[in-house]
């Protein structure tokens, strides 16, 4: 399983950040909490599941699936 581990430069309001990725409170590919982010997308390498926990500090990420290496590299980008 690929993992990163990432450290903000700026703080970082995961539900601010990334809610608007959320299409409506059921959207079935996305689970957010304050520290945690569930995210299941399809990539030009295959479909991936995205787990990202943030405890305040930084950012770890962890990926499964056939395009789990192209889902890690997005992660930066994901969080601005």
Known sequence: MPRLTLQPRR???LVATLA???HGPYDPTIRLTRSD???AIRTPLGPVTV???FDGR???AD???P???WGLE???DLLG
Do not use: E, F, Y
């Open 51 to 53: 787990h990202l926990h």
């Open 74 to 76: 997005a992660v930066a």
């Open 11 to 13: 703080p970082l309001d």
């Open 58 to 60: 930084s950012v770890k």
């Open 37 to 39: 982010l569930w995210r």
């Open 63 to 65: 990926a499964w699936g």
């Open 20 to 22: 608007p990725l959320r």
């Open 67 to 69: 395009g789990a290496d």
